[in-house]
C-alpha cells in the first residue's frame, strides 16, 4: 500500500522561507517584482549613468526588440519600486526584503550560472544607519550560517551607496565575501521621490545560492536549475 | 593596479611591514587581491595587487598617490617628490614655437613641450627597475620616462618625435568620417567623429588619451620631441577605447576622470627627468587650459555623519583626519538650535583637486567611516513603526507550493532559458537564447532525468512541480505539474484561484540544518535479489546479511520491495543500487558481489531465486 507521502522542497525555496522569516521577524515586508525590468529600475534609480561601466552590456542580458528593457541583473530594483512606493503611500519608515531570480550573461561554471537567486533589502526612515545595516546583516547571517559567524565590513564603491561596503563573513575559519551593501545614495532616494534631507537608509544584496552552498556543502551551483530530485533532500 | 612596495616607500620611509600594510589597506581603502615577493638584480621586493575601484581611480592609480593616502591614514612622513624635481637650464632657444590649437571642448588642457637634441638610449637601471617591478617593459629612455611618470603621479604622457610632425603645431579636434590611423602596435583604425584625436595639418597623430600613432612615432633615431600632458573628457575617452578595442593604461586613467591640475607637476616631472638623463634642450611649455576646474568646498556637519554612521564621532577625531588629510579647513559653529548638545556644528572644506570623489556630505560619511575603520560601528536592530502588508504574491506561492508538496509532488527548478521562444536573448553566451514560453519543456527534461534515476531516488514513480516565470510574450508567474506522462500548467493566480489566502510565513525547520549529501557523478547500477525462507525468518535478518556483503558501494538499498507467503515459505525480494563516487562501475565487479551474497544466503539454507 502506497501511503500518499509528502513532496520534497527544493532547497532554495526551503532556505527562501527561513530567510523571509528572519527579515519578517525583523518588521521587514516581502516584495517582489518583474524578472523583465525596465532600465530605469534596474540601473537610472540607482544612479547607475548611462556612461557607467556596469551599464555595458556583456554582462546585461538584453531582449530583441525591447528596447530600454533588461533581465535583472540584482533584485535591487524590486526593493527600489517598494520603497518608492511606500513612500507614495505615506509608508515611511519602511523596510523591505526580495529573494529572487536575477540574470547575468557570462560562461557557467561550478560558481556562475546565467540565473541566480539574489536577497536584497532596504530599510529607509530618519536615523537609519551603518550601525542598523550591521545588526540586520549579522543577525541574518548568524541565522543562516550559525551563531560562530562573524561580520565584517570593508570599504568598498557602488553608484548606488555612500558609503559603500563590501560585507565579508566568516565561515569556517575563512573570510568570504558575501556581498555589497551601504548607505542609499542621495541621488537614489530622489531618484525614488524620497527627500534625502529627511530620509536616509541602508540597502544590500547578497548572492542566495551562495548561502545555500556554504550552508550545506553543495558544490555547484548549476545543481541547483537542473530539475534533478536528487537535490531535494530536507 | 601594482604597486612597488620599494618604489612607495621613496614616498613613505616608515611604511608598515608589508603584512600589516595589506590589513590596514583592506580596512581602509581597498581590498588586495594579491602580494607577491619579487626579486630585481638581487634587490628583494614587494609587489601589492591593490583593486582601486571608480571612486578612488581619479587621484590613486600611481604610487605617489597611494603613498600619499598612505601617509595620510596612517599618520607618517610623506616625501613629497614635486619639490625636488630638476628643473631643465634656460636655453635660448627663443620663444617657443609649438602651436596648440584645441577644437573641441573635450580638451579641457594641453600642455606641450618641445625638447631638442635628445639622445634616445636605455634606461638608468633604476627606472628599468620601477618598470619591471610592476610587469612594464621598457623600451628607451624617452618611452619609458613617459610610461614611469603615469605610473608615479598618475598622469598619461605621451611623446611625438617632432621632425615627424607635419607644420608647428598640433591640433585637438574630432576625427572626421573616413580618417584612419595605425597604431604604435601596428592595428588600422576606422576612426568616427566620436573620436577625439591629436593631428596636424595632415594627419591623425594619436588618437587621444588612448594611444599613440605609428607616423609620429619616437624611435631609436629621433631627434627632437613633444611632450603632451593633457586632460580629456572622460565619457569621449572610454567610448572611443570601448569601440576600438584598446584599453590602455591611458584611457583606464581618463576614463575615471583626472583633475585637469595635475598637469603642471607631472609636466615637471618628466621635465626633470630628462634633465637627470643629461640630455635635451628644453622649450618653454605652451599651456592651453581653457577648462581651469573651480574649487570646490564641502560643507558637511558632524551630527549628519555620525548619525549616517550609526556611530558618535566626536570633533576631535574628524579635525585629526581633516589635518592628516590636508583638507583646508574651517569649522562652522554650533547653531543657536544645537547649542547645549554634544555634536552641533561642523566644518567646511576646501577639497584638493585630486579629491573627485568628495562632493557631498555622504562622501565625507565614508571618508571619516572607513579611515576610523568600520570595525568601530557597533550593530544594532533597528526597530521602525511600519507595518508590513502580506505580499499577495508570494503568498500565492507558497500556498501553490504547499499544496503540490501535500499531494506528493516534488519541486524543481528548470532554466528560464531555452531554445525556442517569442523573447530572443541578445548575445548571449550559451546557445540557450530565448525566453522560456512555458515551464512544460523544462519540467519534460526533469521529468525524463528523475525516471530514468528511480532506483536511486528509491520512488515508484516521479511527480514533480515547478512555479516560475515565462513569457508569453509578456512575463507571467505559472505553475506546472505532471500527471504520468502530461504536463498540466497553469497561470498562477487561475491554480489560486477559489482560495483563501490566509498566510502566515512558517518555514519548515526554522533553526535546524540539515545535513546535504552529494551525489555520485558515475552512472549505477541496480540489482534485485529474492529469496525464500521458512516463514518465521523476518526480512531484518535477511536485510543484514544483504548489507553486511553487499560491500561500501551501495547508495541504496537494500530495500525490501516485494513480500509474499505460500505455504510456510516467505518470499523476501530486495532491491540494491551501486554506484562509485570514483568512477564507472562494471557488471563484471557489481556480478562478483551479488555471487557473494548469493553464498552466504544459501549458507542460511535459504533457497535464492
Redesign the interface.
Known amino acids: 500500500m502506497?501511503e500518499?507521502?509528502?513532496?520534497?522542497?527544493?532547497?532554495?525555496?526551503?532556505l527562501a522561507?527561513?530567510a523571509?522569516?528572519v527579515f519578517?521577524d525583523?518588521?521587514?515586508?516581502?516584495?517582489?517584482g518583474?524578472?523583465?525590468e525596465s532600465e530605469w529600475y534596474n540601473f537610472d534609480v540607482l544612479n547607475v549613468s548611462k556612461?557607467h561601466?556596469a551599464r555595458?552590456?556583456q554582462d546585461t542580458?538584453?531582449?530583441?526588440?525591447?528596447k530600454e528593457k533588461v533581465?535583472r541583473t540584482h533584485t535591487t530594483s524590486v526593493t527600489g519600486r517598494a520603497v518608492e512606493q511606500?513612500n507614495k503611500d505615506g509608508?515611511?519608515?519602511?523596510?523591505f526584503i526580495s529573494i529572487g531570480?536575477v540574470?547575468r550573461?557570462?560562461?557557467?561554471d561550478a560558481t556562475h550560472e546565467?540565473?541566480f537567486y539574489q536577497i536584497d533589502g532596504a530599510?529607509v526612515?530618519e536615523?537609519?544607519?551603518?550601525?542598523?545595516m550591521?545588526?540586520?546583516?549579522?543577525?541574518f547571517y548568524k541565522?543562516m550560517l550559525?551563531e560562530e559567524i562573524e561580520?565584517?565590513?570593508?570599504?568598498?564603491?557602488f553608484p548606488f551607496t555612500?558609503?559603500?561596503?563590501?560585507v565579508f563573513a566568516k565561515f569556517k575559519g575563512k573570510w568570504l565575501e558575501m556581498g555589497g551593501s551601504g548607505?542609499l545614495?542621495?541621488n537614489v532616494l530622489r531618484n525614488l521621490r524620497i527627500d534625502p534631507k529627511k530620509f536616509?537608509g541602508f540597502a544590500f544584496g547578497h548572492g542566495f545560492d551562495r548561502i545555500a552552498m556554504l550552508?550545506?556543502?553543495?558544490?555547484d551551483i548549476r545543481l541547483?536549475?537542473?530539475?534533478?530530485?536528487?537535490l531535494?533532500?530536507? | 593596479m601594482l604597486y612597488s612596495y620599494n618604489w612607495l616607500k621613496w614616498y613613505i620611509p616608515e611604511a608598515l611591514d608589508p603584512e600589516k600594510l595589506a590589513d590596514v589597506l583592506t580596512y581602509h581603502l581597498a581590498e588586495v587581491e594579491n602580494v607577491e615577493h619579487r626579486v630585481f638584480n638581487n634587490e628583494e621586493d614587494l609587489i601589492f595587487d591593490i583593486k582601486i575601484l571608480p571612486n578612488r581611480a581619479h587621484d590613486l592609480l600611481s604610487h605617489q598617490g597611494l603613498a600619499r593616502e598612505l601617509a595620510s591614514l596612517l599618520n607618517i612622513k610623506f616625501i613629497d617628490p614635486t619639490l625636488k624635481y630638476k628643473i631643465p637650464p634656460s636655453t635660448n632657444l627663443g620663444q617657443a614655437q609649438l602651436k596648440i590649437k584645441i577644437e573641441t571642448d573635450k580638451c579641457r588642457r594641453y600642455m606641450g613641450r618641445i625638447v631638442r637634441n635628445i639622445k634616445i638610449g636605455p634606461s638608468p637601471d633604476w627606472v628599468v627597475k620601477h618598470l619591471e617591478s610592476i610587469e612594464q617593459r621598457s623600451i628607451n629612455n624617452v618611452v619609458d620616462a613617459a610610461n614611469l611618470v603615469m605610473f608615479d603621479c598618475g598622469q598619461p604622457i605621451h611623446c611625438f618625435d617632432l621632425d615627424k610632425v607635419s607644420g608647428n603645431g598640433l591640433i585637438i579636434r574630432m576625427a572626421r568620417k573616413g580618417e584612419a590611423m595605425t597604431t604604435l602596435d601596428n592595428k588600422n583604425l576606422k576612426l568616427t567623429p566620436n573620436d577625439m584625436v591629436i593631428a596636424d595639418d595632415k594627419n591623425v597623430l594619436g588618437l587621444a588619451g588612448i594611444k599613440g600613432g605609428k607616423i609620429a612615432e619616437v624611435d631609436a633615431n629621433t631627434k627632437n620631441i613633444i611632450i603632451e600632458v593633457a586632460n580629456f573628457d572622460p565619457i569621449s575617452v572610454r567610448k572611443s577605447a570601448r569601440y576600438h578595442g584598446l584599453p590602455t593604461n591611458a584611457s583606464k586613467r581618463f576614463e575615471n576622470e583626472l583633475t585637469s591640475e595635475t598637469g603642471a607637476p607631472t609636466m615637471r616631472e618628466i621635465s626633470g627627468l630628462l634633465v637627470e638623463y643629461g640630455t635635451g634642450e628644453f622649450e618653454e611649455i605652451v599651456d592651453e587650459y581653457s577648462q581651469k576646474p573651480e574649487t570646490r568646498t564641502l560643507s558637511f556637519s558632524i551630527e549628519k555623519i555620525s548619525k549616517i554612521l550609526g556611530l558618535k564621532v566626536s570633533e576631535k577625531e574628524i579635525e585629526e583626519i581633516l589635518i592628516r588629510y590636508h583638507f583646508k579647513y574651517n569649522p562652522y559653529p554650533t547653531s543657536p538650535l544645537h547649542k547645549g548638545e554634544e555634536t552641533g556644528g561642523g566644518y567646511k572644506i576646501t577639497v584638493p583637486p585630486m579629491r573627485l570623489d568628495l562632493e557631498i556630505e555622504e562622501d565625507m560619511a565614508e571618508e571619516i567611516g572607513r579611515v576610523l575603520g568600520y570595525d568601530k560601528v557597533k550593530g544594532t536592530i533597528p526597530r521602525v513603526s511600519f507595518t508590513p502588508k502580506v505580499n499577495q504574491t508570494y503568498a500565492k506561492i507558497v500556498w501553490a507550493r504547499n499544496k503540490l508538496l501535500n499531494e506528493g509532488y516534488s519541486e524543481v527548478m528548470t532554466s528560464s532559458f531555452c531554445m525556442k521562444g517569442k523573447m530572443e536573448v541578445l548575445a548571449s553566451a550559451s546557445d540557450k537564447n530565448f525566453l522560456r514560453i512555458n515551464l512544460l519543456e523544462g519540467l519534460k527534461e526533469s521529468l525524463k532525468l528523475n525516471k530514468n534515476n528511480l532506483p536511486l531516488l528509491g520512488l515508484r514513480e516521479i511527480k514533480i512541480f515547478e512555479i516560475g516565470t515565462v513569457w508569453v510574450p509578456d512575463e507571467a508567474m505559472h505553475v506546472a505539474y505532471n500527471d504520468g506522462d502530461k504536463i498540466i500548467e497553469l497561470n498562477l493566480d487561475d491554480f489560486c484561484k477559489d482560495t483563501n489566502l490566509n498566510f502566515k510565513l512558517e518555514p519548515r525547520a526554522y533553526g535546524l540544518a540539515p545535513a546535504f549529501r552529494m551525489w555520485p557523478l558515475f552512472p549505477f547500477i541496480v540489482r534485485d535479489i529474492a529469496v525464500w525462507v521458512p516463514g518465521e525468518v523476518e526480512s531484518e535478518k535477511v536485510y543484514k546479511v544483504i548489507k553486511e556483503n553487499a560491500g561500501d558501494m551501495v547508495v541504496r538499498g537494500p530495500e525490501l520491495f516485494d513480500t509474499f507467503t505460500k505455504d510456510s515459505k516467505t518470499s523476501y525480494a530486495f532491491r540494491i543500487v551501486f554506484q562509485s563516487y570514483k568512477k564507472t562501475l562494471t557488471d563484471a565487479e557489481i556480478n562478483e558481489i551479488m555471487q557473494k551474497i548469493s553464498e552466504k544466503l544459501k549458507s542460511f539454507g535459504w533457497e535464492v531465486r
Open positions: 502506497d500518499l507521502k509528502q513532496g520534497t522542497i527544493h532547497p532554495l525555496s526551503f522561507e527561513e523571509y522569516k519578517t525583523m518588521g521587514f515586508e516581502i516584495a517582489t518583474p524578472e523583465l556612461d561601466p555595458d552590456m542580458f538584453i531582449i530583441k526588440g525591447e533581465l511606500a509608508r515611511m519608515p519602511c523596510a531570480k540574470f550573461n557570462e560562461a557557467t546565467m540565473q530599510m526612515g536615523n537609519i544607519s551603518v550601525a542598523d550591521k545588526g540586520v546583516l549579522t543577525h541565522k550559525g561580520i565584517e565590513f570593508r570599504p568598498s564603491f555612500e558609503p559603500s561596503i563590501e548607505m545614495h542621495p536616509q550552508k550545506w556543502g553543495i558544490p541547483f536549475y537542473q530539475g534533478d530530485l536528487r531535494n533532500q530536507f
